[in-house]
C-alpha cells in the first residue's frame, strides 16, 4: 500500500524547534519529488516547501524561509522538516505529499503535469507559551 | 506570486444538485492546476489534475475544465459524501500554490 505518514508534531514554546519526519512505504521514494503542506486551524491549505529526488532543489515559502529545512533521506525512505524559531503562526496540522509529474509530449515542447496524489494524515505543530 | 480565488467561497446545496466552482488565477497558467477535495480532520484528496483529467477512482460526476486563467469544477449530481472543501492549486511555478477553498455544505 503506497502510504506516507508524518510523525514529530508537538506542543513548542515560541522560539523553539521541532522535527518533523515523513516515512514513505509503497513506492520508489527516490522517484518522487516531496513537498511539505500546512494548515492552520479553521484555515486553508498552505504549501511549506518543496524538495527534489535527489535533495538539490528546494524552495521554501517566504512564510518560513530562513527558518525552516527540508531534507531527505533517500536509503531510509524519509522527509524530514527541521523547524526553528518557531512562531504562533506556525501552529497547523503539517502534510508530506508526494508529487506526481504527468509528461505531454508536444510538438513545441513537452508539458509537465504536477499533482499532489498522495498525502499522509498529518501531524499538529502547536506553538504556545 | 500567482494569486488564485476561489468563488463562491461558501455554496449551500442539496443531494442531487449540479454545483459549479470556479477559481481564477492572477496570471495565465495554461492547464497547470488540480483540484482536491477535503473533510474535517482528514487529509486533502486529489480529485483532477491538469485542468481536467480525472484522478483514478474519482467518480465522473466530478469534472474540471478551463485553461488559462478561468478554471471551473463541477459536481454533475451531488451525492452525500461530496459535502467538503474543495480547494484549486496551481502548478506552473515550484509554489504550487492554493486557492482560499470552497466549502460545500447542505
Known amino acids: 500500500e503506497v502510504q506516507l505518514v508524518e510523525s514529530g508534531g508537538g506542543l513548542v514554546e515560541p522560539g523553539g524547534s521541532l522535527r518533523l519526519s515523513c516515512a514513505a512505504s509503497g513506492f520508489t521514494f527516490s522517484n518522487y519529488e516531496m513537498k511539505w503542506v500546512r494548515q492552520a486551524p479553521g484555515k486553508g491549505l498552505e504549501w511549506v516547501s518543496f524538495?527534489?529526488?535527489?535533495?538539490?532543489?528546494?524552495h521554501y515559502a517566504d512564510s518560513v524561509k530562513g527558518r525552516f529545512t527540508v531534507s531527505r533521506d533517500n536509503a531510509e525512505n524519509s522527509l524530514y522538516l527541521q523547524m526553528n524559531s518557531l512562531r504562533a503562526e506556525d501552529t497547523a496540522v503539517y502534510y508530506c505529499?508526494?508529487?506526481?509529474?504527468?509528461?505531454?509530449?508536444?510538438?513545441?515542447?513537452?508539458?509537465?503535469?504536477?499533482?499532489?496524489?498522495?498525502w499522509g494524515k498529518g501531524t499538529t505543530v502547536s506553538v504556545s507559551s | 506570486d500567482i494569486q488564485l480565488t476561489q468563488s463562491p467561497s461558501f455554496l449551500s446545496a442539496s443531494v442531487g444538485d449540479r454545483i459549479t466552482i470556479t477559481c481564477r488565477a492572477s496570471q495565465g497558467i495554461d492547464r497547470y492546476l488540480a483540484w482536491y477535495q477535503q473533510k474535517p480532520g482528514i487529509a486533502p484528496k486529489l480529485l483532477i489534475y491538469?485542468?481536467?483529467t480525472l484522478q483514478s477512482g474519482v467518480p465522473s460526476r466530478f469534472r474540471g475544465s478551463g485553461s488559462g486563467t478561468e478554471f471551473t469544477l463541477t459536481i454533475s449530481s451531488l451525492q452525500p459524501e461530496d459535502f467538503a472543501t474543495y480547494y484549486c492549486?496551481?502548478?506552473?511555478?515550484?509554489?504550487?500554490?492554493f486557492g482560499p477553498g470552497t466549502k460545500v455544505d447542505i
Open positions: 492549486q496551481q502548478l506552473s511555478n515550484y509554489r504550487f500554490t
Open positions: 524538495i527534489s529526488t535527489s535533495g538539490n532543489t528546494i
Open positions: 491538469a485542468a481536467s
Open positions: 505529499a508526494r508529487a506526481t509529474v504527468e509528461v505531454v509530449v508536444a510538438p513545441f515542447g513537452d508539458y509537465y503535469y504536477y499533482y499532489m496524489d498522495v
